[in-house]
């Protein structure tokens, strides 16, 4: 009985996750208008990318997230709604979002209506980093365990 206790624990704890990031998501509830602004790829992001990817952040990569709750996103990397199908090409998106709870933290969630030019209709959450403004915006690449993201940093507040 004892070893079957053990390596149940041991089944246990080898299927454990842990999201590297984790202990830096937002845990209070933030204003949406603490969120509005322009983002790019923070430097730490461009570098993971181009070398475990292979992947060049294109330097017109942004995110804006609009006072109206509409969103654009612009020359980002095909990579991280599909785990290990990170390749060459930007993605534009566009949609509207709103900020949510995840689990015990806080994202903008992303409704993209249009990828490309073309009618698209899916959710993908976008978690925030740091308990204050200005916040990370934090996409995951594949598996949360790989600490493999990319963190987009406010460029510009939103205007007066």
């Known amino acids: 009985m004892l070893k079957r206790s053990a390596l149940t624990a041991i089944v246990l704890l080898a299927g454990c996750q842990y999201d590297p990031f984790a202990h830096e998501f937002t845990s209070r509830r933030p204003e949406a208008a ?14 993971r990318l181009r070398t475990r990817f292979a992947i060049e952040v294109s330097p017109d990569c942004e995110f804006v997230l609009n006072g109206d709750q509409t969103f654009v996103a612009r020359s980002l990397p095909h990579c991280w709604y599909q785990t290990f199908d990170c390749e060459p ?70 205007p007066r």
């Open 89 to 158: 090409g930007p993605e534009t998106w566009k949609g509207t979002w709103t900020v949510e709870k995840d689990q015990e933290w806080w994202s903008v969630g992303l409704r993209v209506t249009s990828r490309n030019g073309e009618p698209a209709g899916y959710y993908m959450p976008m978690m925030l980093r740091g308990e204050e403004p200005p916040y990370l915006l934090h996409l995951t690449i594949g598996d949360p365990d790989s600490g493999d993201a990319l963190a987009f940093q406010r460029e510009s507040p939103p």
């Open 34 to 47: 603490s969120v509005v602004g322009r983002y790019v790829p923070d430097d730490e992001s461009r570098q």
